[in-house]
């Protein structure tokens, strides 16, 4: 099985993020109500979860040594 590093993950997302908004603010569209901004942001968030429960699985194991 291939492991994931969230992390690189996260910080593409991020960057893509970071476009989708100064273009949507550039536009004049509020980001609530970019479509692609907020699935973005939503694709950001599910990856901020599994870079937090990695981080806790690591922790758990470290303890367990």
């Known amino acids: ?3 994931v590093n969230y992390h690189e993950e996260l ?3 991020k960057e893509k993020l970071n476009r989708l908004g ?3 603010l550039k536009n ?3 980001l609530t109500q970019d479509e692609a901004f ?3 942001n939503r694709k ?9 429960k990695e ?3 690591n922790r758990k194991k470290q303890r367990e040594r």
């Open 38 to 40: 907020m699935a973005q």
């Open 55 to 57: 981080k806790e699985r």
């Open 11 to 13: 910080e593409k997302e």
């Open 1 to 3: 099985m291939k492991r």
């Open 22 to 24: 100064e273009e949507a």
């Open 44 to 52: 950001v968030d599910a990856l901020v979860v599994k870079v937090i």
């Open 28 to 30: 004049g569209i509020p």
